[in-house]
């Protein structure tokens, strides 16, 4: 056992934020935490790569809050690619921040414009945006950004899959030279140093986790299933398990009809898309946290913005277009040390996405053998498949079929 393990005194945080900590009950440091708020302290650009789950938005936040405290006329700008993370990041702000006297505003889209713009004339020293919207606000003159001295961009690999790259180049060029630039990302594709290298001056890199790797707490398990058995194969799986259960499916379509399906099969189940509405997406949530919904199903725009301890179980109905989306979406379970399991599903002709999940995390999936399956539907009902939208089963089921446009 280490007779001197990790803790936040030490790293150069001021008294005031440590006796903040010290009431939450926070006493040691992730290791990213670790690692960076010393660094960011003192005013270095930073490259923070770790696994989701981490702890990186206090490794950025509490240098940031500190930088306020200290220069009252500073303000900073946090960017990320969901609503759901900028709550969630606002909300960790909030917890450490208010007591000091700090102030944010959080600009989002979905929400009334009205409501921001009276956050925006409380003067507050963070921003916290998606880049839509924020460029909505810059468009308005709303805000300005020259007393910007802390811009973090917070899940810049997500941001750029998410087709962010354009609006990045409009708010980047028009914060000020003299700043502190604080890159996290769960990963660190190529073009993400190429970000850090036009944005950032000379970045300290701080990577906890080599990029691609999986939650260490996660045990991972991998189904060949066929589509049509996979529906059936998840009803089993959620009688064996009684805890939290988050799947991921790859469309809006195929989440909102199993969500269907599973309540009418007595599951307290809610869906969580892009189709929802804010309030909706929400109540989802917090539902989700609070126990009156015990199984959410998502695509990936939760895989980054779900923060909820204790999930037990993730369950990847859908294997992800992408091999990245793999590792956050498993990172959803097993998040600051506690154990978590995940499962995957995937059809016989999926061998070479698997291939490619396992060769970005250097690791080979379990493949476990199907179990006995409860009885197919009668012959006369259809097997829901919940992966494809209505028009393509059906053009998978009638090739000839066509479905040209009418002149």
Same mark, same amino acid.
């Given at each position: ?267 307290? *189940?809610?869906?969580?898309? $892009?189709?929802?509405?804010?309030? %909706? +997406? !929400?109540?989802?949530? =917090?539902?989700?946290?609070?126990? &009156? ?45 506690? *154990?978590?399991?995940?499962? $995957?599903?995937?059809?016989?002709? %999926? +061998? !070479?996405?698997?291939? =490619?999940?396992?060769?970005?995390? &250097? ?45």
């Amino acid at each position: 056992m280490n007779p001197n393990p990790p803790s936040f005194y030490g790293l150069g945080i001021a008294p005031s934020i440590l006796a903040i900590l010290d009431a939450l009950a926070l006493v040691t440091p992730t290791p990213i935490q670790e690692q960076a708020i010393p660094q960011a302290i003192e005013g270095k650009d930073i490259m923070g790569i770790a696994q989701t789950g981490t702890g990186k938005t206090f490794a950025f936040g509490i240098p940031t809050i500190q930088h306020l405290l200290k220069n009252p006329r500073h303000r900073a700008l946090v960017l990320l690619p969901t609503r759901e993370l900028a709550e969630q990041v606002n909300e960790s702000f909030h917890t450490i921040g208010a007591p000091l006297g700090i102030k944010t505003a959080i600009l989002i889209g979905g929400e009334p414009m009205g409501k921001q713009l009276r956050a925006l004339a409380r003067m507050p020293q963070v921003v916290i945006a998606t880049p839509g919207r924020l460029i909505d606000h810059l468009a308005q003159k709303n805000l300005t950004l020259k007393e910007i001295r802390i811009a973090v961009l917070d899940e810049a690999d997500r941001m750029l899959d998410m087709g962010f790259a354009p609006q990045l180049a409009k708010i980047l060029p028009l914060l000020p030279q003299e700043r502190q630039t604080l890159l996290f990302s769960a990963t660190m594709p190529e073009n993400i140093i190429a970000m850090a290298r036009a944005y950032l001056k000379l970045p300290l890199r701080v990577e906890i986790a080599r990029s691609g790797t999986a939650a260490k707490d996660v045990t991972q398990e991998l189904f060949f299933v066929p589509q049509p058995e996979k529906v059936r194969l998840l009803e089993k799986i959620l009688q064996e398990y009684r805890g939290s259960v988050l799947i991921f499916l790859r469309t809006k379509f195929a989440a909102k009809k199993l969500a269907a399906h599973l309540r009418a099969l007595g599951h307290t *189940a809610a869906e969580l898309h $892009s189709n929802r509405s804010l309030n %909706q +997406r !929400r109540e989802a949530l =917090d539902g989700f946290k609070k126990g &009156r919904y015990r199984i959410v199903v998502a695509t990936d725009i939760a895989a980054r913005g779900i923060d909820v301890n204790n999930i037990e179980l993730v369950i990847n109905y859908d294997l992800p277009t992408v091999p990245e989306d793999y590792i956050h979406r498993i990172g959803r379970t097993g998040r600051a040390g506690s *154990a978590g399991h995940a499962i $995957s599903f995937a059809r016989p002709d %999926q +061998r !070479r996405d698997v291939r =490619d999940i396992e060769r970005l995390m &250097r690791a080979t999936l379990q493949v476990s053998r199907l179990p006995l399956l409860p009885p197919p539907p009668a012959s006369h009902i259809r097997t829901p498949n919940f992966s494809l939208p209505r028009r393509n089963r059906f053009r998978h089921q009638n090739p000839k079929r066509s479905f040209r446009r009418r002149r």
